[in-house]
């Protein structure tokens, strides 16, 4: 059968705009979720975290929401940066274990 | 201070070679993963040492994969009798105490099997 990770889903956006990432988790036991950035040839690099108590987290230019009820995470770039051209990951991990779930992956095309 | 280091970038191999893959973590984390990223893909979670012990090994593969981590802080993944399925990219992450925080990963070695 066709394998879906071979096609990213891809967001292009332009510059200066904001960007927003979207994200539906699989565990309802998991209580800690993380966005992760990953460029070409490099590992995924941490954004920013956020925990089963909260449904909102600020960083710098960027937003994490959380809304368990349909068990769906954003990522939310402000004033998106052509260095912020890259492919994005949620994962997701239930802090009673230590394993790390992620997700497919959503490619962002910054455009100048 | 230094990240996480992972040799060789890449290595290619032939079909039924045995190759090993290293991992040298962030100073003073106590846990590590292995993960595995095939094109395209998230990463696949492979194995998890706390200290020396892998506490889970639920996403090695078979039994041709195993990882050692023996004074609990390099680590090495090893493959035997390699398969070209097993072509990928090999990702190695520490974090300071596993549950609830964040990894910091490697850049991977690229494996290919001809």
């Known amino acids: 059968g066709e394998s879906v990770g071979l096609h990213l889903p891809t967001l292009s956006v332009q510059e200066g705009d904001n960007s927003i990432i979207n994200c539906a988790y699989s565990?309802?036991?998991?209580?800690?979720f993380i966005w992760y950035k990953q460029e070409s040839g490099k590992g995924p690099q941490f954004i920013i975290d956020?925990?089963?108590?909260?449904d909102k987290r600020q960083g710098q230019r960027v937003t994490v929401l959380l809304n368990k009820t349909v068990k769906h995470l954003s990522l939310q770039i402000a004033a998106t940066q052509p260095g912020d051209s890259a492919v994005y990951f949620c994962a997701e991990m239930n802090t009673g274990g230590f394993k790390t779930i992620f997700g497919a992956g959503t490619r962002l095309f910054v455009k100048a | 201070g230094a990240g996480v280091s992972q040799t060789p970038s890449n290595k290619v191999t032939e079909k039924g070679k045995y190759v090993e893959l290293r991992c040298d973590p962030i100073s003073g984390h106590t846990a590590l993963y292995w993960y595995r990223q095939s094109l395209g893909q998230g990463p696949e979670f492979l194995i998890y040492?706390?200290?020396?012990?892998?506490?889970?090994d639920s996403g090695l593969p078979n039994d041709r994969f195993f990882a050692v981590r023996p004074e609990g802080s390099v680590s090495t993944l090893k493959i035997q009798r390699t398969e070209r399925g097993d072509s990928a990219v090999y990702l190695c992450?520490?974090?300071?105490?596993?549950?609830?925080?964040?990894?910091?990963f490697g850049n991977g070695t690229r494996l290919t099997v001809t």
């Open positions: 956020i925990r089963s108590n909260m």
């Open positions: 040492f706390q200290g020396t012990g892998a506490a889970d």
């Open positions: 565990n309802s036991a998991s209580d800690y």
């Open positions: 992450a520490s974090s300071q105490a596993g549950g609830g925080s964040p990894l910091h």
